[in-house]
């Protein structure tokens, strides 16, 4: 069977580690320099539960509040990474307004997401607590995990879980409702 193909787009406010994540996740390696994005495509194939992934990774550039979201996102995506730094509570306030956005522009209630705090590494610096990230995900019915793209942690989880998701999401209830998504 041809691996499928699948779509995430990484997303959040700027330097919080989006980058950083899809390199730790694609090529296993942490760089610690600073080049903002403005977009990069990744692909990586990987399997899970006997099926092989095609994973194309789209790292955008950083948003803020007053951004419009981007129309080439809200289309052809079958999930997304939505990414805060928690050191960052700008960057918790700005995820907020991304996700209302997002949900905006496709139209629906339901879109496969993980919620990903990072840089769990600087835990001297923290900003917004656990529970706060578990909440927000929860009132979105979305996946919430906290990382460190440094310190290689839970970083392939956020994908497998994605995935995983995606998988539900298009065998479940919700496929009626789709008109954006890509299935396969
Ligand atoms: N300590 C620590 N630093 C991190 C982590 N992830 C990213 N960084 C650093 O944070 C800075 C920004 O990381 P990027 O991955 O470029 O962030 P981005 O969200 O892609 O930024 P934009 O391109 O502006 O949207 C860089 O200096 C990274 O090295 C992490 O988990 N821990």
């Known amino acids: ?8 787009a990484m997303m959040g406010y700027r330097s919080v580690g989006k ?12 760089v610690d320099s600073y080049d903002p994005t403005i977009e990069n495509t990744f692909t990586k194939v990987t399997r899970i539960n006997n099926s092989d992934y095609e994973v194309k990774l789209v790292d ?36 907020k307004i991304i996700y209302e956005k997002l949900i905006d522009v ?8 993980v919620l990903v705090g990072n840089k769990t590494d600087l835990h001297q ?33 956020i994908f497998l879980q994605l995935l995983q998701h995606i998988e539900k999401d298009n065998n479940g209830s919700n496929q009626q409702s789709k008109t954006n998504c890509l299935l396969s």
């Open 1 to 8: 069977m041809p691996p499928k193909q699948r779509n995430i």
């Open 60 to 95: 955008t550039a950083g948003q803020d509040e007053y951004s419009i979201f981007p129309a080439q996102y809200s289309m052809d995506f079958h999930g997304y990474v939505l990414v805060y730094s928690i050191t960052s509570q700008k960057s918790f306030e700005v995820i």
């Open 19 to 30: 980058s950083s994540l899809s390199i730790q996740f694609v090529e296993g390696q942490f």
């Open 125 to 157: 610096e923290r900003a917004v607590t656990f529970d706060e990230g578990k909440k927000l995900a929860e009132s979105w019915k979305a996946t919430f995990l906290e990382t460190s793209a440094k310190q290689n942690e839970s970083v392939d989880d």
């Open 106 to 113: 496709m139209g629906k209630v339901y879109v496969p997401i």
